[in-house]
Structures are given as structure tokens and as C-alpha cells.
């Protein structure tokens, strides 16, 4: 049997690192013997963190997932990063612990404390907090779609820019808290408390609509700020997509580009007719031959591949790196499932949706221009702000999509075969371009 000695040396050794445990072959932001501890159970864990009160857990970028930590004191520890998803987190401590970056979807977090914890960014969809206290958490940008916050305690809470889409919020606590920016579409928000808390002109609520000073003030909350949307377009003002747009831009005026047809899944071919707004001539079609042999394209081969082979992996994909540029421009995605795809601000012009399954999708700001949605499911999906002239929508599937503030033009087909007027896009939520 180890004796007492031994036990305190081991678990010493466990709180400091040292090599009584084992050294690490390869550099690692965590403490290799604080994951150890807790990787040996919580109750020999909660032991280590009441003998050593002053020791400050560095689990950062650790693999914690499917993990049950039940009870685990985990007040003030650093979990930047690291992979909580699938774990069973419920009862436990997590005041002031830094968790931003953190995976935690699909988690049981269920009469968690997460007071003053530090969520920025975190990935939480699909994750239960039944009963948690995150009050004057700082969650901004943090993904909370679909998740279980009933009775959850978000008051004075930084909840900026946080999707809260489908999120079940019945009996929520948003006093004092932060919601500027913030996607609640589909949020059930029956019986939560939102006095006091701060909105925007674009936090989106669960209506789907913008946030207005007259619904601020009859719910008894704060509207600040005098901003618009972000202007639709989004390929031609957003940062993100200005790599994406110069690729493009350099294709279209190749001189040598030859226009060429290819079928469509339903054996039809057809033209790419999309043309810029600085260019009279059509772009070229995003397949051409080269004399090197092989074909060009417009679009991220490695991204196209990925999406149109799983959409909830490319889901991921994109959480994995926030910034990323998505150039899908010309992409041939005719009668793909892309259900609950994430495409928002992705530049997608001139690219193949017809027959495809979009439904649940998030195109918010997308750049849709001259994109063939015909006969398409669209859903539930999500189009706020995307960029849809020219865009051809004819028998496409809009139960319940969402269009607010998204822009239109003429040339712009909507599900009826009707092109878009002002007096049918102000029916639809839309904005009506006349260029």
C-alpha cells in the first residue's frame, strides 16, 4: 500500500510537473501533470486543488472530450482551447476560469457556475445549461446555437455578437446584459427576463427582424448605437472575402478564358450569366481548358471538396479558423444536401444551388449574386443581408427563410418567376437595388 508520504509527493509532483510524473516528448501549452490529476478522477483532482488553493490549473488547448467531470473544481483554471466537447461538466465550478476558444458543444453543463468565466469564441452548440450561472460571463462571439439554456442566469453577461439561433432561452436571465449584435432567430424566449439588457440596430431577435428603439423601449431595453446592417455586397466590402475577390477578379480578365457549357444533374446545360457591375462582357464559365492539361477554377478546390462531401464537417471546418476566406465563386453544387451548412459572409457568385438542399443554412452577408437557386430547399435558411441580384430563384422552396435587409435587383428571380420590383422585395424583407 502507498503510504501517506508517498501519495503527497506523487500529487505534489502532479501540481508542479515535474519529471515524478513524466515529461512530455513534445512542447505542450498545458501542465502536463495538472491533466494527469484530473484525468485520474475529480475526486483525487478536488483533493489536489484543496491542498494547493494558491496553484492556478493550466489545462490550456488540453483533450477533455467525452470527459466526466461531474463536480470538478475548476474555478479560475485556464482552459483556453481546450476540448471539452461531449463531457459531462455538470455541478461544476468554473468562476473566472478562462475558456476562451473552448469546445464545449454537446456538453452537459447543467448547474454549472460560470461566473465571470471568460467564453469569448467559444463553440457551445448543442450544449445543455439547464440551470447554469454565467453571470458577468465574458461571451462574446460565442457560439450557443441550439443549446438548452433554459433558467439560465446570463444577467450583466457580455453576450455581443453570440448566436443564439434555436437556442431554447424559456425563463433566461438577460438583465444587464449585452446583446448588441447578438442572433437570436428562432430563440424560444417565452418567460426570459430582458430588462435592462443592451440591443442594437443589428441584433437580430427571434422574429428575425432588427432590433428597433420602439421594441427596445416596449420590452424595456437599452437600444444603443446608430449603425446600419452591414451593407449587403459583401464580397466588394468585407475584409475577409478581399482575397477571394481579387482571384476572382484576375480570372474573369484572363483574355484568353473561352466560354464553355457543362450538364447540369438533370442533363440541361446551361450558362453562367453572371457579370460584374464593372463589366459588360459575362465572367468566364468556372471550367476551361488549359494547354498545361489540367482544368481551372474559380473556387477553393479544398474547400469545395469539403463542403459539398459533408456539410456538418465543414461546419467545423469553419470553426476551427473564424477568419477564413470562403471562395466558392462558380462552385458546381447542383443538388447537393448542404442542410444546416455555415456560409455566412462566403463569396459563392455565379456558383450551381439548383436542386440542392440549403435548408437551415446561414448565408447571412453571402455574396449570391447571379447564383442559380432554382428548385432548391431553402427552408429555414438564412439569407439577412446576402447579396441576391441576379440570383434565380424560381420554384425554390422559402418556407420560413429568412430575407431581412438582403438585396435584390431586376435582374433577380424570385420563387414565383416574377422578377423582383421595390413594391415585391419590401414583401419579402428585401432591399431593391436599381442598378
Known amino acids: 500500500m502507498m503510504s501517506h508520504c508517498t501519495y503527497r509527493t506523487i500529487l505534489l509532483a502532479a501540481v508542479t510537473g515535474s519529471a515524478l510524473y513524466f515529461a512530455s516528448p513534445t512542447a505542450m501549452a498545458y501542465n502536463t501533470g495538472h491533466l ?8 483525487a483532482w478536488n483533493s489536489m486543488r484543496a491542498a494547493h488553493a494558491d496553484v ?10 467525452g470527459r466526466n ?5 475548476l474555478h479560475n483554471a485556464d482552459l483556453t482551447g481546450t476540448d471539452l466537447s461531449q463531457s459531462n461538466l455538470g455541478n461544476t465550478d468554473l468562476k473566472h476560469a478562462r475558456m476562451d476558444h473552448a469546445k464545449l458543444s454537446d456538453s452537459n453543463l447543467m448547474k454549472a457556475d460560470l461566473e465571470g468565466a471568460e467564453l469569448r469564441e467559444a463553440d457551445l452548440e448543442s450544449a445543455i445549461l439547464d440551470q447554469a450561472t454565467c453571470r458577468k460571463a465574458r461571451m462574446k462571439g460565442a457560439i450557443l446555437k441550439k443549446s438548452d439554456c433554459r433558467n439560465t442566469d446570463f444577467s450583466e453577461a457580455e453576450l455581443a455578437v453570440t448566436n443564439l439561433r434555436e437556442a431554447y432561452l424559456a425563463n433566461a436571465n438577460f438583465e444587464g446584459s449585452d446583446l448588441s449584435d447578438a442572433y437570436l432567430w428562432r430563440a424560444n424566449l417565452s418567460g426570459a427576463k ?11 431577435l427571434d422574429t428575425g427582424k432588427y432590433a428597433t428603439a420602439s421594441w427596445a423601449e416596449k420590452n424595456q431595453v437599452s437600444f444603443t448605437g446608430a449603425s446600419e446592417p452591414v451593407p449587403s455586397g459583401v464580397a466588394d466590402n468585407s475584409r475577409k472575402n478581399a482575397e477571394a475577390e481579387k482571384m476572382q477578379t484576375q480570372h474573369e480578365n484572363t483574355s484568353d478564358v473561352q466560354q464553355a457549357e457543362r450538364p447540369s444533374p438533370a442533363g440541361e446545360n446551361r ?25 481551372h477554377v474559380a473556387y477553393d478546390r479544398q474547400q469545395f471538396k469539403m463542403l459539398k462531401s459533408n456539410a456538418l464537417k465543414w461546419n467545423d471546418f469553419r470553426k476551427s479558423d473564424r477568419n477564413m476566406v470562403v471562395n466558392l465563386k462558380g462552385a458546381p453544387l447542383d443538388g447537393k444536401n448542404l442542410t444546416y451548412a455555415d456560409l455566412n459572409r462566403a463569396s459563392l457568385s455565379g456558383a450551381g444551388f439548383r436542386k440542392s438542399d440549403l435548408s437551415q443554412g446561414d448565408l447571412r452577408y453571402a455574396d449570391l449574386r ?27 422552396n422559402l418556407g420560413s427563410a429568412r430575407f431581412e435587409g438582403a438585396l435584390v435587383s431586376a435582374s433577380t428571380v424570385l420563387d414565383t418567376g416574377k422578377k423582383a420590383t421595390p413594391e415585391l422585395a419590401e414583401r419579402y424583407g428585401m432591399k431593391f437595388s436599381a442598378e
Not at 430582458?194 to 437580430?204: C, D, H, I, M, Y
Not at 450558362?271 to 464559365?285: D, G, I, Q
Not at 432554382?374 to 439569407?383: G, I, M, N
Open 36 to 43: 494527469n490529476t484530473l484525468r485520474s478522477g475529480v475526486k
Open 56 to 65: 492556478v490549473p493550466d489545462l490550456s488547448g488540453a483533450d477533455l472530450k
Open 69 to 73: 467531470l461531474k463536480g470538478a473544481d
Open 194 to 204: 430582458l430588462k435592462g439588457a443592451k440591443v442594437s440596430p443589428v441584433t437580430v
Open 271 to 295: 450558362r453562367n450569366h453572371y457579370r460584374t457591375k464593372e463589366s459588360k462582357t459575362p465572367s468566364a464559365n468556372i471550367w476551361r481548358q488549359s494547354s498545361e492539361g489540367p482544368l
Open 370 to 396: 447571379g447564383c442559380d437557386l432554382r428548385e432548391a430547399d431553402l427552408q429555414h435558411a438564412d439569407f439577412g443581408e446576402a447579396d441576391l441580384r441576379g440570383a434565380n430563384l424560381w420554384r425554390a
